[in-house]
T-cell receptor, first 110, second 116 residues
Framework: LAKTTQPISMDSYEGQEVNITCSHN???????ITWYQQFPSQGPRFIIQGYKTKVTNEVASLFIPADRKSSTLSLPRVSLSDTAVYYC???????????FGAGTTVTVRA | NAGVTQTPKFQVLKTGQSMTLQCAQDMNHEYMSWYRQDPGMGLRLIHYSVGAGITDQGEVPNGYNVSRSTTEDFPLRLLSAAPSQTSVYFC???????????????FGPGTRLLVL
């Protein structure tokens, strides 16, 4: 499994864009990058997944440079309800042992 | 669909006691897993199953047993509870693993376990 590194915490204000970068220098050719979000006292939930370039859905965007050694989750115009822990996972489709690191705690203030 | 359900929501045990954490899903998912989450930390994989009758160890399996007799259920058994097992336990399930992407994992609400 490719190891990932992300910031421990980030602070932001309502209405701002939040960008969380995840480093995965040892990513393999068939690895995908997946982000999960976890609110306090809840289980994680899927946000977005990508392989290369850019992926966008109704919640977030995921930017992946050509070398794929890092990725950036972008949360547009955050609100207080976006305060959560965000996890970056890297693995291939048949990875049965996905690992969640400590994640990035994003705190959005009014 | 109820999704992934876990019972109980909260449990207090004494050291040495045994118990079973229940997990069920109604999405006909092949893959199920158990994680534990300690304060301020990420989730660590305890055991997982890729289908009925098939289980394997994750990152931190010691002190826990699992079985998968049906597609729907994946109970986690604590054989002899220890204070170090105080944690929040999450069960998750997914369709399995696609050929070209990773299937989304769906998590239950968690079980908070306190071992005294």
């Amino acid at each position: 499994l490719a190891k990932t590194t992300q910031p421990i915490s980030m602070d932001s204000y309502e209405g701002q864009e939040v960008n969380i970068t995840c480093s995965h220098n040892n990513i393999a050719t068939n690895d995908y990058i997946t982000w999960y979000q976890q609110f306090p006292s809840q289980g994680p939930r899927f946000i977005i997944q990508g392989y290369k370039t850019k992926v966008t859905n109704e919640v977030a965007s995921l930017f992946i440079p050509a070398d794929r050694k890092s990725s950036t989750l972008s949360l547009p115009r955050v609100s207080l309800s976006d305060t959560a822990v965000y996890y970056c996972l890297v693995g291939h489709p048949y990875d049965y042992k996905l690992s969640f690191g400590a994640g990035t705690t994003v705190t959005v203030r009014a | 669909n109820a999704g992934v359900t876990q019972t109980p929501k909260f449990q207090v045990l004494k050291t040495g006691q045994s118990m079973t954490l229940q997990c069920a899903q109604d999405m006909n998912h092949e893959y199920m897993s158990w994680y534990r989450q300690d304060p301020g930390m990420g989730l660590r994989l305890i055991h997982y199953s890729v289908g009925a009758g098939i289980t394997d160890q994750g990152e931190v399996p010691n002190g826990y047993n699992v079985s998968r007799s049906t597609t729907e259920d994946f109970p986690l058994r604590l054989l002899s509870a220890a204070p170090s097992q105080t944690s929040v336990y999450f069960c998750a399930s997914s369709k399995g693993w696609g050929d070209t992407f990773q299937e989304t994992q769906y998590f239950g609400p968690g079980t908070r376990l306190l071992v005294l």
